[in-house]
């Protein structure tokens, strides 16, 4: 039986929206919108791994757990593994699930599957991607694309990440999600070894891991969940939980009514 955690890397030194984490979203920060969707994955303990006071007050005061990491990680991998041996120095949790500070919209189910491809015991890392459905996503180096083997119909092992089309000819192509579930063992290893060749070259952290011969599995999920990079995907967020929330609101209206 594994025992997950999922911690959230956040930070407010962000370039393109500063202070992102922090945006008020349909009445509450971003990253307690974050926090929120993870807990109702329902899959293990939340925890945000922050350098900034205010996040961490943020955080603590919508009743979630913060703890406050180095200000000088290199990346998110770095800033959760010293979380996760603050939080839990005794090895409790086997699995760790790092789940990014900026997708507020996330479908918590998307967030459990990224365990399943860890039943599989030769797995180290596990992942998410989706089918890319929309032609100009295609050839964007904005969106990463995971080349992998099928292992069954929904899953497939990671061969490759890069920014290129590909792979080529005609198929699928398939839009990788930043979503990572570490087993703990991988997880330090993985922080302890230095940047690699190709890591360096398409400016993609994961490819550290393949290149060192660790194994890394995709789930593949029904969609992309909405990150959070420029006021406009900001703004797209808002839409789509305030949206959400009068949804709900009018059901429970309903529901009261009759």
């Given at each position: ?47 945000v791994a922050t350098d900034s006071r205010e996040i961490a007050d943020a955080v603590t005061a919508s009743g979630g757990r913060a703890v406050m990491t180095r200000a000088d990680h290199p990346s998110g991998s ?181």
């Open positions: 039986m594994s025992s997950p955690l999922v911690v959230i890397p956040a930070r407010l030194a962000a370039t393109r929206l500063p202070g992102k984490p922090l945006a008020d979203i349909a009445g509450a920060p971003m990253i307690v919108h974050v926090l929120r969707r993870a807990q109702e994955a329902d899959v293990g303990p939340v925890v770095d800033r959760i593994h010293e979380a996760v041996t603050a939080v839990d120095p005794d090895g409790v949790h086997d699995i760790v699930i790092n789940v990014q500070g900026d997708l507020p919209t996330i479908d918590p189910r998307i967030i459990a599957a990224a365990l399943v491809p860890l039943a599989d015991s030769a797995v180290d890392i596990a992942t998410l991607a989706a089918v890319i459905s929309r032609a100009e996503e295609r050839d964007a180096p904005s969106v990463v694309k995971v080349v992998g083997t099928p292992v069954s119909a929904q899953r497939l092992r990671a061969l490759y990440f890069t920014r290129a089309t590909a792979p080529w000819g005609e198929g699928p192509l398939l839009h990788h999600i930043g979503l990572y579930a570490y087993r703990r063992a991988a997880l330090a290893r993985f922080v302890s070894l230095p940047p690699s060749v190709l890591e360096e070259r398409e400016k993609l952290e994961q490819l550290r891991a393949l290149e060192n011969g660790m194994r890394i599995d995709v789930a593949v999920v029904d969609d992309v969940p909405l990150g959070v990079d420029t006021p406009a995907d900001l703004e797209r967020a808002r839409a789509i939980l305030t949206k959400a929330f009068s949804s709900e609101a009018d059901t429970a209206l309903r529901e009261e009514s009759a």
